[in-house]
């Protein structure tokens, strides 16, 4: 299955609410989570099959989605979100989105 | 806490082997999944393969002949090997922590950037 992430590039100002998409070329029965990473770190979990908050994820972040098409929305953008996000999908093998960067305006 | 450290050499010749290791604390190996997966300049990130609690290993298909995952349970440590090594290896590798066979990884360590060079 291959992710597509768009958009690749995402700049909004603190205080926005932000949404990042992730579509399948297959359905993905919401086996799907979506990663933050920062330059220089690991990547953290933040969701996990389409909407389940990971624990000590602010509740500002969100998942949704079904079938091929999957959104993770930040609801209030903070300065320390800035960051890409990848999505992965674990339903057949194990893909990765090519990543959305967050940055602000 | 479950914490994990990837260490090895961050300049590999090419045709040479790749050796990594994964050191993790706060938690046994022989529980759950444990993963190996990479990130190439440019952002991609591909997942190489896992090894059980069991032992067991399973591995991406493109990579098969040239991947091994084997582990240490007396040391709580895991390793790659892959072999075979190309320029498009260049990658920073990740390893990582699964709670099912069909699941997601919730712990990850910092990353190792291996540079495939001669």
């Known amino acids: 299955i291959q992710l597509t992430q768009s958009p690749s590039l995402l700049s909004a100002s603190v205080g926005d609410r932000v949404t990042l998409r992730c579509k399948g070329s297959?359905?993905?029965?919401?086996?799907l989570a979506w990663y933050q990473q920062k330059l220089g770190e690991a990547p953290k979990l933040l969701i996990y099959?389409?909407?389940s908050l990971q624990t000590g994820i602010p509740s500002r972040f969100s998942g949704s989605g079904s079938g091929t098409d999957y959104t993770l929305a930040i609801s209030s953008l903070q300065p320390e979100d800035v960051a890409t996000y990848f999505c992965?999908?674990?339903?057949?093998?194990?893909?990765f989105g090519a990543g959305t960067k967050l940055e602000l305006k | 806490e479950v914490q994990l450290q990837e260490s090895g050499p961050g300049l590999v010749k090419p045709s040479q082997s790749l050796s990594l290791t994964c050191s993790v604390t706060?938690?046994?190996?022989?529980?759950?999944?444990w993963g190996w997966i990479r990130k190439f300049p440019g952002n991609k990130m591909e997942w190489m393969g896992y090894?059980?609690?069991?032992?067991?290993?399973s591995y991406n298909p493109s990579l098969k002949s040239r991947i091994s995952i084997t582990r240490d349970t007396s040391k709580n440590q895991f390793f790659l090997q892959l072999n075979s090594i190309t320029t498009e290896d260049t990658a920073t590798y990740y390893c990582?922590?699964?709670?099912?066979?069909?699941?997601?990884?919730?712990?990850w360590g910092q990353g190792v950037m291996v540079t495939v060079s001669s």
């Open positions: 990582a922590r699964s709670l099912t066979e069909r699941g997601y990884f919730d712990y």
């Open positions: 706060g938690y046994s190996i022989t529980s759950n999944y």
């Open positions: 090894i059980t609690y069991s032992g067991s290993t």
């Open positions: 297959q359905n993905i029965n919401n086996y």
């Open positions: 099959n389409t909407n």
């Open positions: 992965y999908q674990y339903n057949n093998g194990y893909t």
